[in-house]
Protein backbone atom coordinates (compact mmCIF):
# COMPACT_ATOMS: atom_id res chain seq x y z
CA UNK A 1 0.00 0.00 0.00
CA UNK A 2 0.86 3.35 -0.64
CA UNK A 3 0.22 6.77 0.98
CA UNK A 4 -0.74 10.25 -1.29
CA UNK A 5 -0.91 13.32 -0.30
CA UNK A 6 -1.78 15.75 -2.69
CA UNK A 7 -1.17 19.26 -2.39
CA UNK A 8 -1.25 23.10 -4.53
CA UNK A 9 -4.97 23.25 -5.24
CA UNK A 10 -6.62 26.58 -4.88
CA UNK A 11 -8.80 29.18 -6.37
CA UNK A 12 -7.76 30.79 -10.05
CA UNK A 13 -9.42 32.88 -12.14
CA UNK A 14 -10.27 31.37 -15.55
CA UNK A 15 -7.10 31.40 -18.05
CA UNK A 16 -4.84 31.03 -14.93
CA UNK A 17 -2.51 28.23 -14.14
CA UNK A 18 -2.21 25.84 -10.95
CA UNK A 19 0.68 23.24 -10.20
CA UNK A 20 -0.99 19.76 -8.14
CA UNK A 21 2.03 17.80 -6.36
CA UNK A 22 1.40 14.28 -4.80
CA UNK A 23 4.10 12.72 -2.46
CA UNK A 24 3.86 9.00 -2.10
CA UNK A 25 5.81 6.81 0.61
CA UNK A 26 5.25 3.44 1.47
CA UNK A 27 6.67 0.94 -1.65
CA UNK A 28 8.49 1.25 -4.71
CA UNK A 29 7.43 4.22 -6.29
CA UNK A 30 9.26 4.62 -9.03
CA UNK A 31 8.58 1.00 -11.27
CA UNK A 32 4.26 2.04 -10.74
CA UNK A 33 2.07 4.18 -12.98
CA UNK A 34 0.53 7.28 -11.24
CA UNK A 35 -2.64 9.14 -12.50
CA UNK A 36 -4.88 12.15 -11.57
CA UNK A 37 -8.70 12.31 -11.62
CA UNK A 38 -11.15 14.66 -10.87
CA UNK A 39 -14.34 14.71 -9.03
CA UNK A 40 -16.93 17.79 -9.64
CA UNK A 41 -20.08 18.01 -7.56
CA UNK A 42 -22.75 15.48 -8.96
CA UNK A 43 -20.77 13.78 -10.93
CA UNK A 44 -18.91 10.68 -11.38
CA UNK A 45 -14.90 10.69 -11.01
CA UNK A 46 -13.17 11.31 -14.31
CA UNK A 47 -9.74 9.95 -15.59
CA UNK A 48 -6.91 13.05 -16.08
CA UNK A 49 -3.88 12.22 -17.03
CA UNK A 50 -1.91 8.82 -16.21
CA UNK A 51 1.84 8.56 -16.28
CA UNK A 52 3.80 5.06 -16.54
CA UNK A 53 6.87 4.11 -14.38
CA UNK A 54 8.75 4.58 -17.55
CA UNK A 55 7.55 8.34 -18.13
CA UNK A 56 4.53 7.44 -20.77
CA UNK A 57 1.77 10.05 -20.43
CA UNK A 58 -1.67 10.07 -21.66
CA UNK A 59 -4.29 12.67 -20.82
CA UNK A 60 -8.22 12.67 -21.14
CA UNK A 61 -9.03 14.76 -24.58
CA UNK A 62 -10.18 17.68 -22.32
CA UNK A 63 -7.17 18.89 -21.09
CA UNK A 64 -4.77 17.67 -23.85
CA UNK A 65 -2.29 20.67 -24.72
CA UNK A 66 -3.37 22.40 -21.41
CA UNK A 67 -2.23 20.06 -18.86
CA UNK A 68 0.88 18.21 -18.26
CA UNK A 69 1.85 14.94 -15.63
CA UNK A 70 5.11 14.55 -14.55
CA UNK A 71 7.08 12.59 -12.57
CA UNK A 72 10.30 12.87 -9.87
CA UNK A 73 11.29 9.45 -8.71
CA UNK A 74 13.99 11.19 -6.75
CA UNK A 75 11.28 12.54 -4.83
CA UNK A 76 8.81 10.20 -4.84
CA UNK A 77 6.19 12.98 -6.41
CA UNK A 78 3.96 13.48 -9.62
CA UNK A 79 2.78 16.88 -10.54
CA UNK A 80 0.29 18.24 -13.14
CA UNK A 81 0.58 21.52 -13.83
CA UNK A 82 -2.42 23.01 -15.45
CA UNK A 83 -2.76 25.74 -17.45
CA UNK A 84 -5.49 27.80 -19.27
CA UNK A 85 -7.63 26.80 -16.73
CA UNK A 86 -11.43 26.65 -17.54
CA UNK A 87 -14.64 26.84 -14.78
CA UNK A 88 -15.11 23.25 -16.23
CA UNK A 89 -12.11 21.97 -14.66
CA UNK A 90 -13.28 23.05 -11.23
CA UNK A 91 -13.11 19.84 -9.10
CA UNK A 92 -11.85 17.91 -6.20
CA UNK A 93 -8.41 17.06 -7.95
CA UNK A 94 -7.50 13.02 -6.95
CA UNK A 95 -3.69 11.67 -6.80
CA UNK A 96 -3.77 7.62 -7.55
CA UNK A 97 -1.07 4.75 -7.47
CA UNK A 98 -1.30 2.39 -10.24
CA UNK A 99 -1.54 -1.44 -9.37
CA UNK A 100 1.76 -1.65 -11.78
CA UNK A 101 3.82 -0.11 -14.07
CA UNK A 102 1.23 0.65 -16.72
CA UNK A 103 -1.89 1.90 -16.23
CA UNK A 104 -5.16 2.68 -18.02
CA UNK A 105 -8.13 5.27 -17.26
CA UNK A 106 -10.15 3.09 -15.12
CA UNK A 107 -10.32 3.78 -11.29
CA UNK A 108 -10.02 -0.23 -11.11
CA UNK A 109 -6.45 0.12 -12.38
CA UNK A 110 -5.25 2.17 -9.23
CA UNK A 111 -5.55 0.37 -5.62
CA UNK A 112 -4.38 3.56 -3.60
CA UNK A 113 -5.59 7.19 -3.66
CA UNK A 114 -4.58 10.65 -1.92
CA UNK A 115 -7.69 12.45 -0.32
CA UNK A 116 -7.75 15.46 -2.81
CA UNK A 117 -7.51 18.80 -3.29
CA UNK A 118 -9.63 21.64 -4.56
CA UNK A 119 -9.88 23.52 -7.57
CA UNK A 120 -12.04 26.15 -8.11
CA UNK A 121 -12.02 28.11 -11.32
CA UNK A 122 -13.60 31.50 -11.17
CA UNK A 123 -15.01 32.69 -14.43
Known amino acids: QVQLVESGGGLVQAGGSLRLSCAAS????????MGWFRQAPGKEREFVARISWSGATYYVSSVKGRFAISRDNAKNSIYLQMNSLKPEDAAVYYCAAGNSGWAGVNPADFGSWGQGTQVTVSS
Open 26 to 33: GRTFSTHA
